[in-house]
């Protein structure tokens, strides 16, 4: 091989290596920060404005039905969430409707949403699973008022 084609094989090897690293440090940056939302503030305004115009009423619902998540253990322990935006995304990530920030959670873990009269939650395919009581969720799995979900190391419940 001559001298030429050498040195360009080199630096095609060079290049190469340097898009992996970067790609890798890329990676590694959005896992550990999020990802990177570009919006304005008065885009963003903009948005949530046509947003609640275009939101629909929520049904009446019956006598008993839950109309929120309380936080009952972990970080955000106390903190209540209304039902009305069902279905709720919980995870880290910066469009979870329940933001969790807990090393065991990911970013986009489980969701809470209803099926007519019954609420469901869902395991989105999480590192640590989402548990209903005591039993690791492998399916959607209908949830009732008091019903413990353990996410991480955090705990929820449905209320009225």
Do not use: C
Not at 18 to 24: D, E, G, K, N
Not at 36 to 65: M, S, V, W
Not at 77 to 93: C, F, M, N, Q, V
Not at 116 to 140: A, H, I, K
Request: aromatic share 6%; glycine share 8%; hydrophobic share 40%.
């Amino acid at each position: 091989m001559s001298e030429l084609t050498l040195m360009l094989i080199r630096f095609a090897y060079l290049a190469i290596l340097w898009i992996f690293v970067l790609s890798a440090i890329s990676v590694v940056r959005s896992d550990m920060f999020g990802a990177r939302i570009e919006t304005t503030p008065r885009a963003e305004r903009r948005e949530q404005k046509r947003a609640a115009k275009n939101r629909p009423k929520p049904a009446k619902r019956p006598r008993g039905a839950p109309t929120h998540v309380l936080i009952v253990d972990g970080a955000n322990a106390g903190e209540t969430i209304s039902l009305d935006d069902a279905p709720l995304l919980i995870g880290r990530g910066s469009d979870a409707a329940i933001r969790l920030d807990d090393d065991y959670v990911s970013t986009r873990h489980a969701r809470i949403a209803a099926s007519g009269d019954q609420w469901f939650v869902e395991d989105l395919g999480s590192t640590n699973g989402t548990y209903l009581g005591t039993q690791r969720l492998s399916q959607p799995a209908t949830i009732q008022l008091g019903t413990t979900i353990r996410i991480g190391k955090t705990t929820l419940e449905l209320r009225k």
